[in-house]
């Protein structure tokens, strides 16, 4: 696991466990040892009405959860007053089918000069995560 300070918040990643279960499973077993090694022993997951993971008991924790194919982060922030939000993305097709609702113009003319699909997902990444 690895840690890191960011303004508001704690940052915890660790990759995701490539064990024999869906890729779900491995997912939640990520996250599960995120939240016991960032925040202790038997804290449970849980999740608003509107969809918005929280820790059960400690309504003053803010978190908030991402992963990708290969490595799970978790966000806890410093204070009960400030929300915070966390994503982890990776250079995947589906950028080419929304980025026309993210680029501005200019980027999309930027982004469309690059000859193979590979060099365009690495540039509509980096706009997409700017």
């Known amino acids: 696991m690895t840690e ?3 303004g508001c918040c704690r940052l915890y990643l660790c990759p995701v466990p490539d064990t ?3 890729r779900r499973d491995c997912e939640k077993a990520a996250v599960e040892s995120l939240i016991a090694q960032a925040l202790g022993e038997g804290m449970e997951l849980t999740h608003s009405p509107e969809g918005a993971p929280s820790v059960s008991g400690h309504p003053e924790l803010r978190i908030s959860i991402s992963h990708s194919a290969s490595h799970c982060l978790l966000a806890v922030g410093n204070s009960p007053h400030i929300n915070i939000g966390v994503d982890i993305e ?3 097709p589906q ?3 929304v980025a026309q609702r ?3 113009p200019a980027e999309e003319d930027s982004a469309n000069l690059c000859c193979d699909e ?3 997902l ?3 990444l980096k706009y997409w995560t700017a």
Request: proline residues 10%; aromatic residues 4%.
């Open 4 to 6: 890191l300070t960011a």
């Open 20 to 22: 024999a279960g869906s």
């Open 90 to 92: 990776s250079p995947r």
């Open 95 to 97: 950028l080419l089918r």
């Open 102 to 104: 993210f680029l501005t």
């Open 118 to 120: 590979p060099s365009r």
């Open 122 to 124: 690495d540039i509509l």
